[in-house]
């Protein structure tokens, strides 16, 4: 079975700082995807990016990329000139290609500071 | 548009009361998905269906059942609530093995006293 590992239960940064979540994962399995969702006060659940296994090429969506370590088991998420609205819970999920069950961590709560 | 839609938002039931939480995409999605959310569980997997007629069970499938008759519609049905079952409950869809990620519904919070 899949574990996702977020060891930062809280993080909180000045506004237009950058910021770094961490995320460790274990797997067996060669072909995989690695997401990060946002979960702001409103309780929505956000995908912010997605990884595949197989890409070396890191994902980036604007102010968001990821550094993807496949052998090292890592992926964290990089937010920079970071902003009020980033707020929320960031949880970090993995699933294997062809397998449509999402394992999540347990998530980090991140803070901007104004 | 209206993406994934869950009804009720909120609910308070007590122990041995049943009922079903409705969840709905205009999407067309293939791929649909319940969770449940925990105080520092993050989401469990519940329920989850590849189309209609085909379901299959979860991490936490216990005291739920799901059905897919259509292409829209995927209900969970509490059978017989329990306290444990208290919890933030997702819906989420994806449209296949192409797509590039599940879209959640905004979630219900369910009570159960």
């Known amino acids: 079975a899949q574990t996702v590992t977020q060891s930062q239960p809280e993080m909180s940064v000045q506004e237009a700082e950058t910021v770094t979540l961490s995320c460790t994962y274990d797997t067996s399995e060669n072909n995989y995807y690695l997401f990060w969702y946002k979960q702001p006060p409103s309780r929505q659940m956000i995908l912010v990016i997605r990884q595949e296994a197989y890409k070396q090429q890191n994902a980036t969506e604007n102010r968001f990329s990821v550094n993807f370590q496949k052998a090292a088991k890592s992926f964290s998420l990089k937010i920079s000139d970071s902003q009020l609205g980033d707020t929320a819970m960031y949880f970090c999920a993995f699933a294997n290609f062809g397998n449509e069950k999402l394992t999540f961590g347990t998530g980090t709560r991140l803070t901007i500071i104004p | 548009n209206a993406g994934v839609t869950q009804t009720p938002k909120f609910q308070v039931l007590k122990t041995g009361q049943s009922m079903t939480l409705q969840c709905a995409q205009d999407?067309?999605?293939?791929?649909m998905s319940w969770y449940r959310q925990d105080p520092g569980m993050g989401l469990r997997l519940i329920h989850y269906s590849v189309g209609a007629g085909i379901t299959d069970q979860g991490e936490v499938p216990n005291g739920y059942n799901v059905s897919r008759s259509t292409t829209e519609d995927f209900p969970l049905r509490l059978l017989s609530a329990a306290p444990s079952q208290t919890s933030v409950y997702f819906c989420?869809?994806?449209?296949?093995?192409?797509?590039?990620?599940?879209?959640f519904g905004s979630g219900t919070r369910l009570t159960v006293v």
């Open positions: 999407m067309n999605h293939e791929y």
């Open positions: 989420a869809s994806k449209e296949g093995y192409r797509g590039y990620g599940y879209t």
